[in-house]
């Protein structure tokens, strides 16, 4: 391997958590504490969805392995023939997969199961994406069918990446609750359309901790994006981490001080951008990327495959730009605001590449969606 | 700190699928990626994969298995790539960036740059057409562009090129260092290789390079860039390919001349008007006309001061002219461009006459006519029908001898009342009154135009007041409005007046918001208006008042006031 790879389209970082409609609330929580008391309705609500989603993530194994026993290639097939063990590839029967986990309440399966209906023919190298995106989604089937084997920690992440959700507010003030005060610096703030709702993503470097935070909320027709902070901010404040086995998504708690304005942040240089997302890929393979600050990258025109890259400032190590989901606009204003000198850059560093959000002039000056 | 990944035992991911059991048949070592990829392909029902497979398992859960630990292997080994070629740094850009307020618009300008599809009703300003003035007076202050918005700036040059040298002059070097790297935005490099730069500075031969091998556009933009610089040395290098050129590229070459017209072109000129082509001679001829003391100029003056006269029916009494056209269109006067057949409907001698005295120099008439001033010229008397065709002719030549004194006279006072608008154009005339108009200083010209508003109203006026300078001065603007008011008076619909109202939205001074102010309350509809039309015009003023007070943030912004 000399280079990330660009892969799958679907989104970086994305705790497999999208909005889910409104229902009785408590069906969207994963089981409860032991020590915590609920109605007996209530939980035999939460094990009968347990159950569905276990079996929804059986049926998930046996398409994958049906699929593996025929071959990637009968993916290509559209349709025709999906009674057969064919059709189990096609985009068409992967939907219908998706539906019945989205009926199974597992929406982190079912996103994936969609994904892997749209890879088939999706471009070169689509068989080893669709390998890669079969053999992670069978990871996480086998990790919540045994989820009761796992370390907690990485249970948890299991959970999340399957959809199991936990509410803001049962972060914040459950009884495992440790909540993180530090001078937090708001690094980058994106929304993003998920279906009818606005998905707003704000991601906070701590000064003292250096820890990366991400706090994720959603706006809809009737609820407003509460939060709003600018990059550039710096934020005395406590997070609360939801649990996982590599934590970044973070509720926000009390709020010490105004917000002030921050320093440009420090960061790191290509190879260890490359690594911290190697070291959090240990603990949460699902991991797309990790948030980096890289300091003094230039961008470069055409790299070896003719894309854009990253530039370390000895001009030996670089990384591409992740041409899938970085628009035109962005990448020409990355390009204007370097001016061909090296710039400091936050975003998201994975397997497809880098996704800049970012730019130091020295002002932070936040990219196009 | 949080608890979760301090209790988390380090364990890889890959611990999730467990180790292959040592008691497997299979190789030791995990096979490498695209193997695995071949054997998913092909399908395990067809050939055993090369991955170990545990007792109870299926060989195609065993590749999948393989296939996990191998993706988040090769994922957590990413490795940098080899870097491509640095581009060169942008060149340094000492100019000030804009005030945060000013930077703030221009983001606005810029990102509303859809065109205006849903008409020119409402009330809302028109953002586009501000983002030419925004661009014009950020020029005036010398702010370089903020470099986030460089990408849309050269976007928006690309798609209107009235915008473009503006647009290139705030992007500046870096905005050309920009376009060197997107195929989009090479219009902008051809820009700069146009009249402002000469190829490798001043090299003579790579001049005469280009000259020779460009194609027709490049050249044309060659010969003018090297004309500004040094006039003798563009009429030399238009010589030395002269007599090869066609007829028509010639002609082109000759209207570049123009612009830096000097006495050491009036040979070749003079030899240009026995050019073959019929167009080059009157092209020879028409730029010789407006050479000051030209021998063409003379000549044409002894043929038209020869056909107009003094006549004093009573001695002692008032003057005035008598025209006495030319007989014949003889070689002599066709060389020198009269162009011999009229054009249907006129009389040819009358036709001839016109093109002598437009060539003729003006300022021989004052001695020819007993040292009257232009004015009092004008104002003789002529005999016969033969006074608008001079007046005509003597327009004609104060346009192309830009001479603001004779323009005055001609326009003479549009506010007087004798002066009645036929007789600024009177009927069968030829006469342009807004190229005149472009002869006269800026503050006259404006202020000629409000008296002519004020008196005939905006019917003819649109023309006019493009050629006034912007923002308009305060008389024309009042001139402008109470027009407007009049109009609205008369019960018309604001549309019959859209041209003038947008030129307003443009030009008005911002100042003359708070008057407009008053204009957008509805009012009663009198008799006979047209159904609904008070509502429309105070949307009209409204929006009229709006784009002014953000021209005048505009303004303020780019100044750096704090707003």
């Known amino acids: 391997m000399t280079a990330p790879e660009r892969q799958e389209p679907h989104k970086a970082n994305r705790p497999a958590q999208p909005p889910e409609p409104a229902r009785p609330p408590k069906a969207n929580e994963p089981p409860p504490p032991p020590e915590r008391r609920q109605s007996a309705a209530a939980r035999r609500r939460a094990e009968r969805r347990l159950e569905r989603i276990a079996a929804g993530a059986t049926e998930l194994e046996q398409r994958l392995e049906d699929l593996l026993h025929t071959g990637l290639s009968a993916a290509l097939r559209t349709d025709g023939d999906g009674s057969g063990p064919g059709g189990a590839g096609s985009a068409g029967a992967w939907d219908e997969t998706a539906a019945r986990m989205v009926d199974a309440q597992a929406p982190g399966l079912a996103a994936r199961a969609r994904e892997l209906g749209s890879v088939a023919g999706s471009g070169p190298d689509w068989p080893s994406r669709l390998l890669e995106g079969c053999a992670l989604l069978h990871l996480l089937d086998q990790g919540f069918l045994d989820v009761e084997r796992l370390p907690a920690a990485l249970a948890a992440t299991v959970r999340s990446r399957v959809g199991l959700t936990t509410e803001a507010a049962d972060v914040l003030s459950g009884p495992d609750t440790v909540t993180v005060r530090d001078r937090w610096l708001v690094l980058a703030q994106r929304d993003g359309a998920e279906g009818p709702l606005t998905a707003r ?169 | 700190m949080t608890t979760t990944s301090a209790t988390t035992p380090p364990t890889p991911a890959p611990a999730l699928t467990p180790p292959t059991p040592s008691a497997a048949p299979a190789a030791p070592h995990p096979a490498p990626w695209p193997e695995l990829v071949r054997a998913a392909l092909l399908g395990t029902g067809r050939r055993t994969p090369p991955v170990a497979v545990r007792p109870g398992q299926s060989p195609a859960a065993a590749l999948l298995d393989a296939a996990a630990v191998s993706t988040l292997r090769r994922r957590a080994a990413l490795r940098p790539a080899p870097a491509g070629e640095r581009p060169a740094p942008a060149p340094a850009d000492p100019r000030p960036a804009l005030p945060p307020a000013a930077r703030r618009r221009l983001a606005l300008l810029l990102a509303d740059r859809g065109p205006g599809a849903e008409g020119r009703r409402g009330t809302d300003p028109d953002l586009t057409e501000l983002l030419p003035q925004w661009l014009a007076a950020a020029g005036t202050h010398g702010y370089r562009a903020p470099e986030a918005l460089l990408p849309a700036l050269l976007d928006v040059a690309r798609a209107r090129t009235d915008l473009r040298p503006a647009a290139l002059a705030l992007a500046g070097p870096r905005g050309l260092w920009l376009a060197r790297l997107n195929d989009d935005w090479k219009f902008a490099l051809r820009g700069t290789a146009g009249p402002l730069a000469l190829p490798d500075g001043t090299a003579p031969e790579a001049v005469r390079r280009r000259w020779e091998e460009g194609l027709f556009a490049e050249r044309v933009a060659l010969l003018t860039a090297v004309r500004r610089r040094d006039p003798q040395a563009g009429l030399e290098l238009l010589a030395t390919t002269w007599a090869t050129e066609r007829a028509e590229d010639r002609m082109l070459f000759l209207d570049c001349l123009g612009e830096t017209l000097t006495a050491t072109d009036e040979p070749f000129l003079e030899q240009a008007l026995s050019d073959r082509s019929r167009t080059v001679r009157g092209t020879a001829a028409a730029l010789l006309s407006a050479l000051p003391g030209s021998a063409l100029g003379a000549r044409m003056a002894a043929r038209s001061l020869a056909c107009v006269r003094l006549s004093r029916p009573v001695p002692g009494g008032p003057g005035a002219l008598a025209v006495d056209p030319p007989r014949v269109c003889d070689a002599g006067m066709q060389r020198d461009g009269v162009t011999g057949r009229p054009p249907s409907g006129r009389g040819e001698r009358s036709w001839w006459l016109g093109q002598l005295v437009a060539a003729t120099p003006l300022d021989r008439w004052p001695g020819h006519l007993g040292g009257r001033t232009p004015a009092e010229i004008v104002a003789l008397p002529v005999a016969g029908d033969r006074r608008t065709e001079l007046h005509d002719a003597w327009c004609r030549a104060a346009v192309r001898q830009r001479d603001a004194a004779w323009a005055r006279a001609l326009l003479g006072a549009p506010g007087d009342p004798d002066q009645a608008a036929a007789e600024l154009a009177p009927a069968g005339s030829s006469r342009d009154l807004t190229k005149l108009l472009t002869v006269l200083p800026g503050d006259e010209r404006a202020r000629w135009v409000a008296e002519f508003i004020a008196v005939h109203g905006l019917a003819d006026a649109f023309r006019m007041l493009g050629v006034c300078a912007v923002p308009w001065s305060e008389p024309l603007g009042r001139a402008v409005v109470d027009a407007l008011d009049i109009a609205r008076d008369a019960g018309s619909y604001p549309w019959s007046f859209s041209g003038v109202m947008g030129l307003a939205e443009r030009c008005l001074d911002p100042a003359a918001a708070d008057r407009l102010e008053m204009l957008t309350a509805v009012t009663d509809e009198p008799e006979g208006a047209s159904p609904g039309a008070g509502g429309y015009w105070s949307e009209a003023f409204q929006r009229l008042v709006g784009t002014l007070r953000l021209r005048a943030a505009m303004h303020a912004e780019l100044a750096g006031e704090p707003s």
């Not at chain 1, 470097?205 to 407003?224: N, V």
Request: aromatic share 8%; charged share 20%.
């Open chain 1, 201 to 369: 993503r704000i991601y906070l470097r701590g000064e003292r901790t250096g820890r990366m935070a991400l706090h994720l909320s959603y706006g809809g027709p009737h609820r407003p994006l509460d939060v709003s902070l600018p990059p550039g901010v710096l934020l005395d404040a406590e997070l609360a981490y939801y649990p996982g086995a590599r934590p970044l998504r973070a509720a926000l708690g009390a709020r010490h001080a105004p917000a002030a304005p921050g320093p440009v942040p420090s960061g790191c240089g290509i190879d260890a951008a490359l690594a911290a997302y190697g070291h959090a890929l240990r603990e949460d393979p699902w991991l797309d990327s990790w948030p980096v600050v890289l300091t003094d990258v230039t961008p470069l025109p055409g790299g070896p495959d003719g894309g854009w890259q990253l530039a370390d400032a000895d001009g030996e190590s670089a990384l591409p730009l992740d041409r899938r989901r970085l628009g035109r606009a962005a990448l020409w204003q990355l390009v204007s605001l370097s001016g061909g000198a090296p710039v400091t850059v936050f975003g998201e560093c994975g397997h497809r590449g880098f996704l800049p959000l970012t730019v130091w002039d020295p002002a932070p000056v936040p990219l196009s969606p």
